[in-house]
C-alpha cells in the first residue's frame, strides 16, 4: 500500500494496523539526511508493534553507517527479495 513521501509516522503506524501489515518498507532519496532518517526511522520503530517488520532502503539509506535496532537496512533490491524468501519461510501460514 503505496503511502505519499512526508507521510507522518502516525499515519504510517495507523495503515500499518489497519491493514494488518507484517512488514513496513520505506525509501529514502539522497536528498534525505542521514540524522532525519534515523531519527525517523527510531521513532517509527517505537511506534510499530515488535512484530511488524521495518525495512528501510534508498540512496539516503546508504550514509547510515550504524545498525538501528529493529530495522532492516536494505542496500540493494536483491537483498529485498533474500529478506522477503526469508520471511515467508518464516511465517509459513503466510
Known amino acids: 500500500i503505496p503511502l505519499g513521501t ?10 500499518a494496523q489497519a491493514h494488518r501489515a507484517n512488514i513496513v518498507a520505506l525509501s ?3 536528498a534525505y539526511s542521514e540524522a532525519k532518517a ?4 527510531r521513532e517509527l520503530r517505537a ?8 525495512w528501510a532502503g534508498g540512496a539516503g539509506i546508504a550514509r547510515i553507517r550504524r545498525q538501528i535496532e529493529g530495522v532492516q537496512l536494505v ?10 524468501k526469508e ?8
Open 38 to 41: 534515523s531519527d525517523g526511522l
Open 75 to 84: 542496500t540493494n533490491l536483491g537483498q529485498v527479495v533474500d529478506l522477503t
Open 6 to 15: 512526508e507521510t507522518p509516522a502516525g499515519e504510517i503506524v495507523s495503515a
Open 87 to 94: 520471511w515467508r519461510a518464516r511465517n509459513a501460514s503466510y
Open 28 to 30: 529514502f532519496s539522497s
Open 47 to 54: 511506534m510499530l508493534p515488535e512484530s511488524t517488520q521495518l
